[in-house]
């Protein structure tokens, strides 16, 4: 990275606490809102982070950065959030209950919000056992509704998690994930309540392939009033290869039709067909009433975004 694509470098006295989140006001414009992934590394190394959000800037509303995901060891989301908000991308931390007590999760919003991070995602997380380091406890201390709820009392009352009183405590944008397509569907839409009463303004869904399934979950959104208490963002995951759209269909609460894999299967270039489907995908959704953006996630392929907001003429 160049020094001329560097943003200068926010420094604490920067940093005003009635700054409000940028992605918040890109939602309530009434804008299809597009965001990305940017995945910390397993180094201390920023480089990284700061190429990655280079390569986003101009062609997302935000970005998140996901806490070690997969339970892996990466460099903490604040940090990597951090540096990816220097270089001019917007970003969102995403913050999991699996390694953290509320003491901790308290602190670390502290952190966050005097960093100037303004958004937040809040995910139970996978557990250790799918990680890197297995033999590890877990937390799990409050779930990702409990600590919705715990970002939302420091927003909206001034409290800790213990009731008390706190000053110049952290007005987080609040989001939250949901899965349309695991069983049974009518708890998935429990829990999409029970998210968006605890404080949760913006919703992301897991990866959408199947879109006749999305529709219809969408109709019960609506029916619901859903679409008008948060924004919801359909999730759209980028395969460059057969065998990454096969890992993918043996995700737990996954939905990807045959016709998909065959075409992953019978392409002369994989990666194009991958980049092609998720264009597809992406047409289809901006037809569905209700819907307020979309999530890409190129999982190890990030240098692929821009093309496909590009070539689906999003960020005009």
């Given amino acids: 990275m160049t020094d001329n694509m560097k943003a ?14 940028g992605l918040e006001r890109e939602f309530g414009s009434g804008k299809f809102v597009v965001t990305a992934e940017i995945g910390p590394p397993r180094s201390a190394d920023a480089s990284h982070v700061e190429k990655t959000a280079c390569s986003l800037r101009g ?38 209950c699996r390694d953290r007590n509320r003491i901790a999760i308290q602190s670390d919003l502290l952190g966050a919000y ?15 056992s799918f990680g890197d380091h297995p033999q590890s406890k877990n937390v799990f201390d409050i779930d990702s509704i409990q600590l919705i709820r715990l970002a939302a009392d ?52 897991q990866a959408v392939y ?12 609506r029916r619901l009033g859903i679409h008008k208490e948060a924004y919801i963002q359909a999730g759209i995951l980028v395969n460059k290869s057969l065998r990454s759209i096969e890992m993918t269909r ?24 991958g980049v092609a489907i998720a264009l597809e995908l992406i047409g289809r959704l901006r037809r569905i009433e209700g819907l307020s ?16 907001v590009r070539e689906a003429g999003l960020m005009q």
């Fill in 59 to 96: 062609f997302v509303h935000a970005a998140n950065v996901t806490d070690n995901q997969t339970a892996i060891v990466r460099m903490s989301s604040i940090a990597a959030a951090y540096i990816g908000q220097t270089c001019g991308v917007e970003t969102v931390v995403q913050m999991t």
């Fill in 293 to 308: 953006g979309i999530h890409i996630m190129a999982v190890g392929w990030e240098s692929i975004v821009p093309t496909i």
């Fill in 114 to 128: 005097a960093l100037g991070l303004r958004n937040l995602l809040c995910l139970s997380g996978d557990h250790q």
């Fill in 154 to 205: 420091m927003k909206n009352d001034g409290v800790f998690a213990n009731g008390k009183k706190g000053k110049n405590m952290p007005k987080f944008f609040i989001g939250a994930t949901i899965n349309p397509f695991a069983d049974p569907e009518e708890l998935q839409l429990i829990r999409l309540r029970k998210k968006i009463e605890a404080g949760a303004r913006f919703i992301q869904t």
């Fill in 8 to 21: 200068s470098p926010v420094t604490h006295s920067d940093v005003s606490l009635e700054y409000t989140s």
């Fill in 210 to 221: 199947d879109i006749d399934r999305f529709e219809k979950w969408m109709e019960k959104v």
């Fill in 250 to 273: 043996k995700v737990s609460g996954m939905c990807i039709p045959d016709s998909l894999i065959e075409r992953m299967r019978k392409a002369e270039n994989a990666q194009e067909e």
